[in-house]
């Protein structure tokens, strides 16, 4: 079992790893993840967080090797989802005397419905503080990142925001540091969790950005993955990237086929934005986890759907994509529906709908072919999103 790690002075991690899990929240995780808890000693001692049930007693282990379970006074839920919280009742067994610290109202309904009224609670809101003797702790609640009880809690004197799920990462490593890892894995495990959790909230994200841009921050200290120490500037900023709803300029194509005709037009599609310069990606359902597909749609301006008919209706990969993609909510995008039919376009159709539903721009018609797709056909498709492109301005410089 992982020791406790001093991360500051008087500061410890004592979450646990899940080195494990591969499905969280109905996306994978094919490098695990961290339940990130961690404890602070001061004149007063404080547990911010805890972790999945089935961590409790690596928890109270790490716990352990610093204090006695029994001398901590507060332990603070930021945030009351049980993969931080499913150990508050065996933690609150060890530490009987502590009170436990939650966001007014939110948090403590959350608490009270998963765990009944049992506790000590001491409710909090955006500003209140709480003195440790050498440390004053201050909370700043950022509902809806990504459940309305969040918050953060701030260490002034540590200069550390224990900052919940903003900016985690389903990582599961022996490392706990951003500068331990390397900055691209830590980034790209950051960008698939914010597609995959936090995208529908980018106002909210950008209220909780603003909320904490006072405050004097050396290290962010998340509730998945590792700690924030040398890239915390890196962080912040692509938060305010992807909060924005200002994609880039590049291109997502997904699609499956039956017969290779809907695999046909994928490829010509992709083609066209190639031809125009604009980066694309080529994702085919059968061999693409739709959590690792939103990795690529949150950065992307264009997303190009495609389906064949299959029983009058969309194949029922793309109907669960398309359900994912609307769930998740991006905005500013254009969407293309695509793909090809036996006797009626009822599967491309209801791509297109259902991109329209989820607030996509559609300023294509729906892009169908009957039966096996022909050069003229592909070549027709090509020129329609190559115009397209053109007409947006997107064109790169391989254009």
């Known amino acids: 079992m992982l020791k406790a790690i001093e991360i500051a002075p008087d500061v410890y991690w004592v979450g646990g790893v899940d080195w494990n899990e591969r499905n969280f929240h109905g996306y994978t995780t094919e490098r695990g993840t961290t339940y990130n808890a961690y404890l602070i000693v001061d004149e007063k001692i404080a547990l911010i967080d805890t972790c999945k049930a089935p961590f409790a007693d690596d928890l109270i282990a790490r716990i352990a090797d610093i204090v006695d379970p029994a001398s901590i006074d507060y332990v603070i839920a930021n945030h009351g989802e049980p993969d931080h919280s499913g150990a508050l009742p065996a933690v609150m067994a060890a530490a009987p005397n502590a009170q436990l610290v939650c966001g007014a109202p939110q948090g403590l309904g959350v608490l009270k419905a998963h765990y009944g009224d049992g506790f000590d609670f001491l409710t909090v809101k955006t ?126 194509v997904v699609y499956d086929s039956m017969w290779h005709t809907t695999e046909l037009m994928a490829r010509e599609v992709a083609e066209a934005f190639v031809e125009c310069g604009v980066p694309v990606r080529l994702l085919d359902l059968k061999v693409n986890h739709i959590s690792d597909i939103m990795s690529a749609v949150l950065p992307a301006r264009y997303v190009a759907v495609g389906s064949p008919t299959l029983n009058m209706t969309m194949m029922p990969t793309v109907a669960g994509f398309l359900c994912y993609l609307r769930g998740l909510a991006p905005k500013g995008r254009v969407g293309i529906a695509f793909g090809s039919y036996g006797w009626a376009p009822a599967g491309p159709d209801e791509v297109a709908a259902a991109l329209e539903a989820a607030g996509f721009e559609m300023p294509l018609p729906t892009l169908a072919r009957q039966w096996r797709e022909d050069a003229e056909g592909l070549a027709e498709v090509h020129d329609a999103v190559v115009s397209l492109v053109r007409a947006n301005g997107d064109e790169g410089p391989m254009a």
Request: proline share 5%.
């Open 127 to 252: 500003g209140d503080t709480l003195s440790l003797g050498r440390r004053t702790l201050t909370f700043v609640q950022t509902p809806m990142v990504h459940w309305p009880d969040n918050m953060a809690t701030y260490s002034e004197a540590d200069r550390i925001l224990f900052s919940n799920d903003a900016f985690g990462q389903h990582l599961a490593t022996s490392k706990h540091f951003d500068d331990e890892v390397g900055l691209p894995e830590v980034m790209a495990q950051a960008q698939k969790y914010y597609a995959n959790i936090v995208m529908p909230y980018g106002r909210q994200v950008a209220r909780a950005l603003d909320a904490v841009a006072g405050l004097d921050v050396a290290m962010i200290a998340p509730a998945h993955g590792v700690i924030w120490r040398s890239h915390v500037a890196d962080i912040l900023a692509a938060y305010r990237t992807w909060c924005s709803g200002e994609p880039e300029d590049r291109a997502v």
